[in-house]
């Protein structure tokens, strides 16, 4: 079966006479459990739900390994710092990565005792800093500057140095990226994003192939309890069906206005992982199935940002991606990451692109 065929199966029982065709939440903190409780397939709600396994084999499906859903992307992220850094550790981290994912390292990790080394993701640059680290955390694409790493590389140069590899899928998404066939210990993701792709819920996943680091992250999730809801992962599950049909629609959006942003003259640097000029879309197209929803494009000034985003009409100011509606902000007004005061990440949504397109038109001829 083909990709796009095997995400609506993906994790859901073989039909059967009279049952639901997508399997309903299970809702329980406590289950009976007689006598010796390893003889039963649930316990205690911390451990195991019967709805996050349904979701939990669809990610597993797209990943090539066993996953486990998080509470949100962060503690996701947290699971791998947590399961694998120890005082002493140095871990490298991209300059560019997510901005909590450095608060993370900065403001608990290295105040416990953890090094933290940061190198840009362009160009793979990480590769200069990998001796004697112990955790390699990648980030491609990166957000919000949409560089990319090659993770194969990066993969073999860590392995190389007996460092374990971590990448952050959340912008690519499983089924545009497989980081684990390329070599990574590890692909961690917020769900929150294009995944479940609906800005309804939080959620993340760990995904890993080894047995031994799985079991980490499983001893992890369960004692630090960063548990998902079951509501949040039937939704997601419900949502991931139709994840192929949405990349396919977001890219080709993206590209569209990416290559009409190319097209003003009030518009500069353009970024966007499809268009021929970024400067590692080779790269990505190798490592990549779909180039994503997210594009970013700087105009004159944070005054010129505001007028636009506030002039949309279709084009919705707010934070965050992934989703089906196309959205747009102005990155610099959270601080925290290196870019010019009229630079905007945006988000293309499932929309009609001509629609979105003469939106835009509207709001950059004022
Ligand atoms: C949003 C995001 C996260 C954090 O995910 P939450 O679900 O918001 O906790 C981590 N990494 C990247 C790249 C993100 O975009």
């Known amino acids: 079966m083909r990709l796009s065929t095997r995400i609506i199966r993906a994790g859901h029982a073989a039909p059967k006479s009279g049952a639901p065709l997508h399997g309903g939440i299970t809702f329980a903190s406590t289950f009976h459990t007689p006598g010796d409780p390893m003889q039963s397939p649930y316990t205690y709600g911390r451990m195991h739900n019967p709805t996050w396994t349904a979701f939990e084999s669809a990610l597993a499906e797209l990943e090539g390994a066993p996953a486990l859903a998080f509470a949100s992307g962060i503690a996701a992220v947290a699971a791998v710092f947590g399961a694998c850094l120890r005082p002493g550790d140095t871990v490298v981290v991209p300059s560019d990565s997510y901005y909590t994912t450095r608060l993370l390292a900065d403001g608990y990790f290295s105040q416990i005792g953890v090094h933290v080394r940061y190198a840009p993701t362009a160009n793979s640059a990480q590769i200069d800093q990998l001796d004697g680290a112990t955790l390699l955390w990648i980030e491609t694409p990166s957000n919000p500057l949409l560089e990319i790493a090659d993770i194969a590389r990066l993969s073999a140069a860590a392995h190389a140095r007996g460092v374990l590899v971590a990448v952050d899928n959340t912008t690519a998404t499983a089924l545009s990226q497989q980081p684990l066939a390329l070599g990574a210990d590890f692909s961690v993701a917020s769900d929150t994003k294009g995944l479940s792709g609906h800005s309804d819920l939080l959620l993340g996943h760990v995904a890993a192939s080894d047995p031994v680091l799985f079991e980490k992250i499983y001893k992890w999730r369960t004692q630090i309890g960063a548990i998902p809801g079951p509501m949040e992962v039937w939704l997601a599950h419900r949502s991931m069906a139709t994840l192929y049909l949405r990349l396919e629609k977001q890219a080709a959006n993206a590209l569209r206005i990416a290559q009409f942003l190319q097209s003003r003259a009030d518009v500069t640097d353009v970024r966007y ?94």
Request: glycine content about 8%; aromatic content about 8%; hydrophobic content about 45%.
């Open 273 to 366: 992982p499809g268009l021929a000029d970024h400067p590692a879309h080779a790269l990505a197209a190798q490592q990549m199935r779909f180039f994503g929803s997210v594009l970013s494009f700087t105009l004159a000034d944070r005054a010129r940002a505001e007028q636009f985003l506030s002039a949309c009409q279709l084009v919705i100011e707010t934070t965050s991606f992934g989703g089906i509606h196309t959205t747009a902000e102005r990155r610099a007004r959270w601080g925290g990451d290196a870019v010019a005061d009229g630079f905007i990440r945006m988000n293309a949504g499932c929309e009609d692109a001509d629609d979105i397109i003469e939106d835009m038109t509207a709001a950059l001829d004022i």
